[in-house]
């Protein structure tokens, strides 16, 4: 429970079971999380069964990717403010407070992977893909600079916090299936004239299983250009239907709802 918010912790998963257990752990550890869901997204290991022993709630999703996963997880989750993070170890409990304490002014709160800093010794975080994803969070950040000015660093952070009445209202507009939906949910929020605010989080190395999105420069690429064009796709089509705006004006990080409103 946060500030009387209840608070879920939504874990996509593929065949992670080097690590689990010990990132369920360490988020059902932390005392603001009312619960952890993990959805198994046709895992061929014991990843399912060891999330349960350590206290997660499994749901399965059987279309494959990583935005179909997030979705179902975000559908099921029952709290009040999701949190997404990732089921390889990468990111911690420790930075829950940092992104809880921002919503209740902002819709969503992002992490941001890119502050050299914060980025531990072995992270899959190199100058290519630190600047690669502060490149294009730059050209988000540009393709928005009008009406909603965003300030970003990175488009890849799974780790972020948001409202689920938030989610309720971007949800319609979700449609990748893949890594893109990191960046699609980024700009979803923007389009519906949501705030949307980022800041650091620590980033360590993937403590176990395989890498799916960013290892080796294929990956990369292919990774890279799904989400540009998703980034293009969101800013050039269609603008969001007039009903969802006005839902989204009211909710916490809209224009009309926030308490320090946007000059
Ligand atoms: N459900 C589901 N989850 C996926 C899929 N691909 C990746 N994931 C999960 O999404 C998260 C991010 O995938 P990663 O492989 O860690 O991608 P990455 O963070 O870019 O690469 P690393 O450097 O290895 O951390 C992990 O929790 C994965 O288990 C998929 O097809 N389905
Ligand atoms: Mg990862």
Not at 190 to 200: A, D, H, K, Q, T
Request: proline share 5%; glycine share 10%.
């Amino acid at each position: 429970m946060h500030n009387g918010n209840r608070v879920s912790v939504v874990i996509p998963a593929y065949n992670e079971e080097a690590t689990i257990a010990d990132v369920v752990r360490d988020f059902r550890a932390h005392p603001t999380v009312d619960e952890v869901v993990v959805v198994d997204n046709n895992c061929r290991d014991r990843t399912a069964e060891l999330a349960t022993a350590a206290g997660a709630r499994v749901v399965a999703e059987s279309a494959p990717g990583y935005g179909k996963a997030l979705l179902c997880g975000m559908h099921a989750a029952s709290g009040d403010y999701l949190v997404l993070v990732e089921a390889d170890g990468s990111f911690g409990a420790y930075d829950l407070d940092k992104l809880l304490c921002y919503l209740p002014d902002c819709a969503m709160v992002m992490g941001t992977r890119t502050t050299r800093q914060m980025v531990q010794q072995g992270a899959n975080m190199d100058f290519i893909l630190r600047w690669g994803n502060v490149a294009a969070a730059k050209i988000l950040e540009l393709l928005w600079y009008i009406p909603m000015e965003p300030r970003l660093t990175d488009v890849g952070c799974t780790y972020r916090a948001l409202h689920k009445r938030a989610f309720e209202v971007m949800a319609p507009g979700l449609t990748e299936s893949g890594p893109g939906f990191s960046p699609e949910m980024m700009c979803e929020a923007l389009r519906l004239g949501l705030r949307v605010i980022e800041i650091p989080v620590h980033y360590g190395m993937r403590r176990g299983g395989e890498s799916k999105h960013s290892r080796g420069i294929a990956k990369i690429s292919k990774t890279a250009l799904r989400m540009f064009r998703c980034i293009f796709r969101k800013r050039f089509s269609r603008g969001v239907p007039e009903e969802r705006r006005q839902l989204a004006q009211v909710l916490p990080g809209g224009r009309a709802a926030s308490s320090h409103p946007i000059g």
